[in-house]
């Protein structure tokens, strides 16, 4: 059997120094190739904690985080921007695109901020791509000059430059209206099935939940139900 | 283009009017520090020239007579004595044309010429003028103090019974081009001359007191035939006089003596001003790295959630540190251009404004290449240095936290 994209084990997340919150309390979550995974829950159940581990930008209190094989405790501030650079990719809900580059530039910017330089065959890819979320008359815009909606797909897009093991997307159609959110979601589920690309995706939305391969519920920092759809 | 320049430059562009303000101070205070270098600059080279326009760099003479004592006290001989001063005479230096060429040879030297100097009195009627007589030859002398350049009226000439005189000598005597003087030389020789040519130097002791003649007529009136009471020199680099002094004097055993000895008070006045310039430039460049490191600081914050989201998709925190000390330099080199050329400007401007009767200016400026490359190198450098601390804290910014605060 293939290895797991992401595995997590028993992992905890506690802030503050006098009185702890406990944001994850052992939350465990297998993610296989391939999958698109919908992880649900209330507010303050740990969704974005948990997300915020396995995108490797905070480190668990406790419990161990594996990706793509690689157990990421041992590894340094420079070892995880290297694996989070090789591994992920992000969409946010506020896109979080920057707003002083192109959309093509923002596509760019993982490989280029990565290795130093752009080349001719990351320019391409990164067009090639903006073709495929639809905006190939929006590459040379200012992201700012966009739609919500498109914005979003430049998100997107930008995740996948770099054709990761693993698109981590934090409600990424929490912002939109109903078409855009369908637009979005639709594009993901493109990219699963064409490229195999696998998602983990945190929303609040239900028809985007059960749209998906499988919806991991978090409670109280712990994973309550794991369902596969029919 | 590498990334990190990329960014830096978008960033630049992005915040144009954040940019062209912190440009704009930049280069006032560049501008500051052109325009103060060149001016001071200027005002010692005109200082140190004026100076220099009627004294030799370096001039080695004949030792001081002094009497020796014929006991000298011991272990067993105590002495009691009371040595007397010496009269000095005039006296020619030991085979000159030798020591000439040996000082000739000297690294640095670029011209010696020797010369008979003495005292004496020019006489016109019933006026009469205390003198220094300077016989010379013409073709060196004139490389060490260019007198003929300085000859405003007549000719330089000093052949054949010909002289020239300093402009106020020849006022206090009421002398003109082509009138005949009478000289009585400290040896009691007494001559007819005529006047070929007026000079200034702009020293007040040489234009009222110097007689210019040849040296084979000043060796006859202070009766020291084939002699030569000093020998001047011209350096390459005038404040290496005081080093090349020393050499010589220990070389030579004369008496050797820089110009830089003899103006001491010009000196202390020079260093002086060079520490006041040292002082300004260092609190412009104080202001400087002040005001770009303040506007980077606001970026920094402004930027925070921008700069998470490269830190998140894989940009190190390495190259977000050399984005900002991109942003620093590039302000700093970028505002030092304009600063250098507008720097350079309100000097030219200043000098053109303020200018003496004879149309040369008050106030002169220096601007080699040199200033504006220090400037420049200061500047960049500053706006670096200025940018590190918020290139730093860039760097650290947890990107989870710039995220979820942006």
């Known amino acids: 059997m293939a290895e797991p994209v992401l595995s997590v084990v028993g992992a905890v997340r506690e802030y503050g120094e006098r009185v702890k919150t406990r944001a994850l309390d052992g939350a465990d979550l297998t993610v296989e190739r391939g999958e698109l995974v919908a992880l649900v829950g209330p507010s303050g159940s740990g969704k974005s904690t948990l997300l915020n581990l396995v995108g490797l930008l905070d480190r668990p209190t406790a419990g161990r985080i594996v990706l793509g ?28 695109l920057l707003p002083a580059f192109t959309a093509l530039e923002n596509v760019m910017l993982p490989e280029w901020g990565d290795r ?5 065959e990351l320019r391409e890819r990164s067009e090639a791509l903006l073709r495929d979320v639809g905006l190939a008359s929006r590459v040379h815009y200012r992201t700012n000059d966009l739609s919500g909606g498109q914005q979003q797909r430049v998100a997107i897009a930008r995740a996948l430059v770099r054709r990761p093991a693993l698109v981590l997307a934090d409600e990424p159609t929490g912002n939109l209206d109903t078409a855009s959110s369908k637009e979005v979601f639709d594009l993901m589920r493109r990219f699963n099935v064409e490229s195999g690309t696998t998602f983990l995706v945190v929303t609040h939305d239900g028809r985007i939940a059960d749209q998906c391969d499988r919806v991991v519920e978090l409670v109280d920092g712990r994973v309550t139900s794991d369902r596969r759809r029919a | 283009m590498p990334f990190e320049w990329f960014v830096a430059l978008r960033y630049l562009r992005d915040a144009r009017g954040q940019t062209l303000l912190i440009l704009a101070a930049v280069s006032v205070g560049v501008s500051i520090i052109v325009f103060l270098t060149a001016l001071i600059g200027g005002l010692q080279a005109s200082l140190v020239d004026k100076t220099l326009g009627s004294q030799p760099h370096v001039t080695l003479q004949v030792p001081r007579e002094a009497a020796r004592a014929l006991v000298a006290p011991s272990g067993q001989v105590a002495v009691a004595r009371d040595v007397q001063a010496s009269a000095q005479r005039l006296r020619s230096i030991d085979q000159w044309p030798v020591v000439m060429a040996d000082a000739e040879r000297e690294p640095g030297v670029l011209a010696a010429s020797a010369t008979v100097s003495g005292a004496g009195f020019a006489i016109r009627g019933d006026a009469k003028a205390p ?10 002398f004139l490389a060490i103090i260019d007198l003929a350049k300085r000859t405003h009226a007549g000719r330089f000439d000093v052949a054949g ?14 002398v003109g081009v082509g009138d005949k003087l009478r000289l009585t030389t400290t040896e009691g020789v007494t001559d007819t001359v005529t006047v070929a040519g007026l ?6 002791a040489a234009d009222q007191t110097w007689l210019v003649t040849s040296l084979r007529h000043a060796q006859s009136l202070y009766a020291l035939p084939g002699g030569a009471t000093s020998v001047d020199l011209k350096l390459a680099d005038v404040f290496e006089a005081e080093r090349v002094a020393t050499r010589l004097r220990e070389r030579t055993g004369l008496a050797v003596e820089s110009w830089m000895g003899k103006n001491q008070e010009l000196l202390v006045g020079l260093s002086a001003q060079r520490s006041s310039q040292w002082i300004i430039q260092f609190f412009v460049g104080v202001a400087v790295a002040l005001g770009i490191a303040s506007v980077l600081i606001v970026s920094v914050v402004q930027k925070a959630p921008e700069i998470g989201i490269l830190r998140a998709v894989g940009t190190s925190s390495r190259r977000v540190l050399d984005v900002f000390l991109i942003h620093g330099g590039v302000l700093g080199l970028v505002g030092s251009l304009f600063g250098s050329a507008l720097g350079a400007l309100l ?4 000098e053109g404004i303020a200018r003496d009767p004879s149309g040369a200016p008050r106030f002169p400026v220096e601007l080699p290449a040199s200033l504006f490359v220090q400037a420049t190198l200061l500047a960049t450098v500053v706006g670096v240095l200025a940018a590190v601390i918020p290139a730093r804290r860039a760097a650290r910014l947890d990107p989870a936290t710039a995220i979820r605060n942006g």
């Open chain 2, 347 to 350: 000097a030219k401007a200043f």
């Open chain 2, 161 to 174: 019974g010909n002289v020239v005189i300093g402009s106020v000598l020849a006022f206090d005597l009421g």
């Open chain 1, 116 to 120: 130093g330089y752009a080349s001719k």
């Open chain 1, 69 to 96: 094989g690689v157990d990421t405790a041992g590894l340094d501030d420079r070892g995880l921007t290297a694996l989070r650079a090789r591994m992920l990719g992000f969409v946010f809900q506020f896109h979080h």
């Open chain 2, 199 to 204: 000079f200034t130097v702009g020293n007040r």
């Open chain 2, 131 to 140: 003198i220094v007589v300077t016989g010379i030859d013409p073709a060196r």
